[in-house]
């Protein structure tokens, strides 16, 4: 047998669906600044590493789960699904290794926080909500509208996560016979390629960062602005600095997201006080 491996009997139905509710009412339990919902995928995860690993396997298991990551929790079940799939064919014996697994959690991460944002926190609960209230009534008051949101809108959200983290779990599971050799080299290759892209998109849109600074050649002549020069070099040049820099701190030099946070909040006052930025 294995290093670290205590058993190869496959996942049971019982077991899946403990799995499916611990990630539904458990989700948050410890989330952080440090990783965000990095903790909670590792405490999650936790009954399927003490049911197939020894101690070192579990922590190992845990180390895997503990990355950033920041997503939307329903629509993430379809990634919960695909990740307890994947663990599972792994801790069988299937060549899965623990780059793959990472590289599918970061990749996804990102698309799925997009859709559930816009399907579930920007739609269907306010579209339910606004439901509730109407009615509830302007007088005298309804406890209909409340108590149907208070019981509608979790077995909604649950049976589409359910939904999701099946039809997850089968690719899974498929995923690794697919995902051999050479195969698994290019689509590990593909599966970071598309998530440089949605980083590098992401912080194009989001992360601005510009200068107010100006100087002139004499007390008559225009003001020169130099925000206006490096945008017709190269604009948002100052915020793709600004995250490299912090990528640099980060992955080459060991620096936690929790003083990196609090580093540019400094930096920020700092030069916003002495007119740099």
Not at 169 to 196: P, T
Not at 225 to 242: A, H, K, M, S, T
Request: charged share 15%; proline share 4%.
């Amino acid at each position: 047998m294995e290093k670290n491996i205590a058993t190869r009997e496959p996942l049971t139905k019982a077991e899946l669906n403990k799995l499916f509710w611990r990630y539904q009412l458990q989700y948050l339990y410890c989330c952080n600044l440090e990783n965000w919902h990095g903790n909670c995928y590792a405490y999650d995860m936790a009954p399927l590493y003490r049911k197939y690993y020894d101690k070192e396997g579990q922590r190992a298991g845990m180390m895997r789960m503990m990355d950033f990551l920041n997503t939307e929790q329903t629509t993430a079940s379809v990634l919960w699904g695909i990740l307890v799939g994947m663990e599972e064919q792994k801790a069988l014996g299937a060549d899965v290794d623990d780059e793959m697994i990472r590289t599918v959690k970061s990749s996804l991460m990102g698309p799925l926080a997009g859709i559930g944002d816009s399907l579930i926190q920007a739609t269907a609960l306010p579209l339910l909500t606004t439901i509730a209230i109407s009615l509830a009534g302007t007088g005298p008051y309804s406890p209909l509208g409340p108590a149907l949101f208070i019981v509608v809108t979790p077995i909604l959200l649950w049976v589409y996560a359910r939904f999701l983290f099946d039809k997850g779990y089968e690719l899974g599971k498929e995923a690794v016979s697919m995902l051999m050799g050479k195969a698994m080299e290019k689509i590990k290759v593909a599966v970071q390629l598309f998530g440089i892209i949605v980083i590098g998109a992401l912080s194009a849109s989001y992360v601005k960062l510009a200068t107010p600074l100006q100087f002139a050649a004499s007390a008559d002549a225009d003001p020169v602005v130099i925000q206006e020069i490096i945008d017709g070099v190269f604009p948002n040049l100052l915020g793709l600095l600004l995250v490299i820099g912090c990528w640099w701190l980060l992955a080459k030099k060991g620096l936690s997201v929790t003083k990196a946070i609090f580093g540019l909040m400094t930096a920020v006052v700092v030069l916003g006080l002495i007119g740099i930025l």
